[in-house]
């Protein structure tokens, strides 16, 4: 679903955007939370049973980053995550360049150029989703980087924006799979008491880097 939105939205959004404004396009995405708040509400959760141990956040951020120094494997997907999110995924933040001033575009253009992208996430996703079980995901996320690596070096050396779709669908494919994978490792690997933590660092570090 998420993929499929990736594909639509930005296309519709690009539309909208051309021909009736940034404002009604940021109204109707503040409308579309309402199905989110809505569905919040309606979620019938278990009552919650704190811990009986209370720890500080410092202690259990040491006690995580202590756990990655003990567990170099998943201390190494880390660090490619961190790498990636600095030198590769900010690709996205010069993508409108490219639709105004390479392809002489608009803000159609720029919604085109992220539908494109969308597909070759639906093709990432889909060919994730097709693994067999015992398979490297280390490997798949090293080849997702290549292919992401790949497609970002051949799209910016095009100046035809038909030409440069194939590789567009090759950023989507990429940009899907290396964090995909490396997600998936550590969580079947991290100890369980340790899982949240972990991923704590994951998202800060992804977070931290991209933006």
Known sequence: MVNIARLVGPALSGILLQKFGAGICF???AL??????ASLLLM???KFTPSLVKKKIITELSEGLQYLRQEPAIGSIIFLIIVSSLLVFPYDTVIPVFAKEV????ASTFGYIASIMGLGAISG???FASLKKGTNLRYVSLM??????IGIILFSRMTNFIIAMPFAVLIGFGSLMPMTACITTIQ???AQ??????????LWVFLACCL
């Open 125 to 127: 996703s889909l060919f």
């Open 188 to 190: 079947i690997e991290a």
């Open 44 to 46: 019938k959760l278990p």
């Open 193 to 202: 008491n340790m899982r949240g933590r972990v991923m704590g660092y994951v």
């Open 103 to 106: 392809f002489k575009g608009n």
């Open 27 to 29: 109204s109707l995405n």
């Open 32 to 37: 579309s939370f309402l199905a989110v708040l």
């Open 144 to 149: 997702g980087i290549v292919v992401l690596g």
